[in-house]
C-alpha cells in the first residue's frame, strides 16, 4: 500500500487544513510523488503544489498562517516557494498556477513523466492506497517502474532546455536509462542552452559529478555535442595525438582519467580519505566532485602548449597554461573563490607526484616543497595523478614505471596521513625574535626567512634555536 509517512502527513495536514477552510482544491505533484512510488526517504522533504489560479495569494496568506518564509520564484508564471524551519531542518512548500485550462494539460508542461504526476491532496489523509489515486496521464508510474527517463512531450526541451542536462542529472541520481526519443530531441536542441544561465547549468553539471556514473553520463554527453558547448575548449583537444607514452588523444585520455579516478574512488578504505573526499566546499559542494571536474580540466592547456621537436610530440608548460584556462572557466561558471583556487592548484601541480616519482629516492625537501605547494590539495592531486597514470597505457609505458608510480603515491598519502594526524612541531623561533637579533624592520624578507627555516627544520637540517639563527644569518646576507 503506498502512502506517506507520518512525518510527511504532519507537513502536509497544515496546508491542507488551509485549503479546505479558503475552498482551494490544491494537487501535490511532481518529485514528492516520484519518491513516494520509489520509496525513497529524504530527511527534508519538499513539495510542490499547483491549483486552478491564485497561487501568489495562496502562498502568501498560507506563509502568514503557518509563519514561514514567502519567496516569489516567477511573477509570469505565478510560482512561489514558501521556507519553514522545523526543529532546525528547512523545508520548502513551492506553488504553481496551472499553466493550462485543465489539471492534465498543466502536467504535459513538467519536465519528464516521472515528474508528471498528481494527487489531490485530500487524498493523503483518505487512508486508501494512493497508488489507486494517482492522476497519472502520460505513465509516469510505469517509466519509474521501468528505470527510464523520458520528456513529456516534443516541445518539453524549447519550454526549458536546462532539462536537457536536468535528464542526465536526474538519471544519474535515480541510476534510470535516457530513452531513445529523449536522446534524440535532446541532440536536435542542444543549441538552445547558450540562452540558459552558466550558474543553471553548473548545478545539474555538479549534480551529475556527485553521482558514481558521472563517466558513462559525461561520454553521452559528449557524443550529444553537448559538452563542448558548454566548454568550448574541449573541441581543440579532440583527435590530438600525445606519442608513444599514450594510446588516447588529449580528450579521450581526459574521459580516460575521470573513469579510473571513478573506479579509485571504489577503492578507497581508509576512512580520513573518504572523509577528506566527502568534504563540503563553500559552494556546498563536495570535494570528490570538485575532483571529478579537475579530471577534466587537467590537460585543457595541452592543445595551447603543442610543440613537435626532433618529431616528437610535447606539451611542455601545459600544467601552466591550463591552470589560466581552469581559472577562467571557474569564474565563468562562478565557482566560490577556494573552489577556484583548488581547481587551479590541482590542475597546476597534477605533475608533480610523477616528477617524485622519476626519482629513486626524492629528497625530504621535494617531499616537503610537495605538500607546502600544494596545501590542503595535497591528497586530491596525489589521487588525480593516480588516475591520470592510469589512464596512460602507450607502449613506453612500461610495467615498471607504472608500479614506481603507484608505490609513489602510495607512500606519499600514508606520509600526508600521518603528517595530519601528528601536531605540527611548532617554529624554533618567530618573526619578532629575527627582528630583534638582526635588528630588522617588518618586511617581506621576514617571511622568506621564515619559509626556509621552515623547510630546514621539517627536513631535520636545523634542531634548535642556534641553528635557526645561523641559518637566518646566511638567508638575510644572500638575501641582502
Given at each position: 500500500m503506498l502512502k506517506f509517512s507520518e512525518k510527511e502527513e504532519d507537513l502536509l495536514k497544515p496546508v491542507y487544513n488551509f485549503a479546505r477552510n479558503k475552498k482551494v482544491k490544491l494537487y501535490l505533484v511532481g518529485g514528492a510523488l516520484r519518491d513516494l512510488i520509489l520509496k525513497r526517504k529524504k530527511e527534508n522533504p519538499d513539495f510542490d503544489f499547483c491549483?486552478?489560479?491564485?497561487?501568489?495569494?495562496?502562498?502568501?496568506?498560507?506563509?502568514?498562517?503557518?509563519?514561514?518564509?514567502?519567496?516569489?520564484?516567477?511573477?509570469?508564471?505565478?510560482?512561489?516557494?514558501?521556507?519553514?524551519?522545523?526543529?532546525?531542518?528547512?523545508?520548502?512548500?513551492?506553488?504553481?498556477?496551472?499553466?493550462?485550462?485543465?489539471?492534465?494539460?498543466?502536467?504535459?508542461?513538467?519536465?519528464?513523466?516521472?515528474?508528471?504526476?498528481?494527487?489531490?491532496?485530500?487524498?493523503?489523509?483518505?487512508?486508501?492506497?494512493?497508488?489507486?489515486?494517482?492522476?497519472?496521464?502520460?505513465?509516469?508510474?510505469?517509466d519509474i517502474k521501468a528505470k527510464i527517463i523520458k520528456i513529456t512531450g516534443p516541445g518539453s526541451f524549447r519550454e526549458d532546455p536546462l532539462r536537457i542536462l536536468r535528464a542526465f542529472s536526474l538519471s544519474c541520481i535515480f541510476k534510470f536509462n535516457v530513452d531513445k526519443e529523449t536522446l534524440r530531441l535532446a541532440k536536435k536542441e542542444r543549441t538552445r542552452l547558450e540562452g540558459i544561465s552558466l550558474e543553471r547549468i553548473r548545478e545539474e553539471l555538479f549534480k551529475v559529478f556527485e553521482s558514481a556514473s558521472a563517466y558513462e553520463s559525461l561520454v553521452v554527453l559528449d557524443k550529444l555535442k553537448i559538452l563542448e558547448l558548454i566548454f568550448p575548449e574541449i573541441k581543440p583537444m579532440r583527435n590530438i595525438g600525445q606519442g608513444p607514452y599514450h594510446h588516447l588523444d588529449v580528450w579521450q585520455h581526459t574521459l580516460e582519467t575521470l573513469k579510473q579516478f571513478e573506479l579509485i574512488l571504489k577503492s578507497i578504505k581508509k576512512k580520513e580519505v573518504n572523509v577528506y573526499l566527502n568534504e563540503e566546499m563553500p559552494g556546498l559542494r563536495k570535494r570528490t566532485s570538485l575532483l571529478k571536474f579537475a579530471c577534466i580540466l587537467h590537460d585543457i592547456g595541452k592543445p595551447k602548449a603543442l610543440r613537435r621537436e626532433n618529431k616528437k610530440i610535447i606539451f611542455h608548460g601545459h600544467e601552466r597554461i591550463g591552470l589560466g584556462m581552469a581559472r577562467n572557466i571557474c569564474r565563468r561558471i562562478k565557482l566560490s573563490n577556494e573552489e577556484c583556487r583548488s581547481l587551479e592548484r590541482i590542475v597546476f601541480n597534477h605533475l608533480r607526484p610523477g616528477y617524485l616519482a622519476d626519482s629513486e629516492r626524492p629528497t625530504e625537501r621535494a617531499i616537503f616543497r610537495y605538500f607546502r605547494d600544494t596545501g590542503t590539495d595535497a591528497l586530491a592531486v596525489l589521487l588525480l595523478s593516480l588516475a591520470d597514470q592510469r589512464a596512460t597505457k602507450g607502449r613506453l609505458?612500461?610495467?615498471?614505471?607504472?608500479?614506481?608510480?603507484?608505490?609513489?603515491?602510495?607512500?606519499?598519502?600514508?606520509?600526508?596521513?600521518?603528517?595530519?594526524?601528528?601536531?605540527?612541531?611548532?617554529?624554533?623561533?618567530?618573526?619578532?625574535q629575527i627582528m630583534k637579533k638582526f635588528k630588522l624592520k617588518a618586511s617581506p624578507l621576514i617571511g622568506t626567512v621564515l619559509d626556509e627555516l621552515e623547510e630546514a627544520?621539517?627536513?631535520?637540517?636545523?634542531?634548535?634555536?642556534?641553528?635557526?639563527?645561523?641559518?637566518?644569518?646566511?638567508?638575510?646576507?644572500?638575501?641582502?
Open positions: 491549483l486552478k489560479r491564485g497561487a501568489l495569494n495562496f502562498g502568501q496568506a498560507l506563509a502568514k498562517y503557518i509563519h514561514a518564509a514567502f519567496v516569489l520564484l516567477d511573477e509570469e508564471h505565478a510560482a512561489c516557494r514558501l521556507v519553514k524551519k522545523i526543529d532546525g531542518k528547512l523545508y520548502t512548500f513551492d506553488f504553481s498556477d496551472f499553466r493550462a485550462d485543465v489539471l492534465e494539460k498543466d502536467l504535459l508542461h513538467r519536465d519528464f513523466t516521472i515528474n508528471s504526476m498528481a494527487l489531490d491532496l485530500g487524498e493523503v489523509f483518505s487512508g486508501k492506497d494512493l497508488e489507486t489515486l494517482l492522476i497519472d496521464p502520460y505513465s509516469g508510474k510505469n609505458t612500461t610495467a615498471l614505471s607504472r608500479l614506481r608510480h603507484e608505490k609513489m603515491i602510495k607512500f606519499l598519502i600514508g606520509r600526508l596521513l600521518k603528517q595530519n594526524a601528528e601536531k605540527k612541531p611548532a617554529r624554533l623561533v618567530n618573526g619578532h627544520q621539517a627536513i631535520g637540517k636545523i634542531k634548535n634555536k642556534k641553528e635557526a639563527f645561523a641559518l637566518a644569518a646566511k638567508i638575510i646576507k644572500k638575501e641582502k
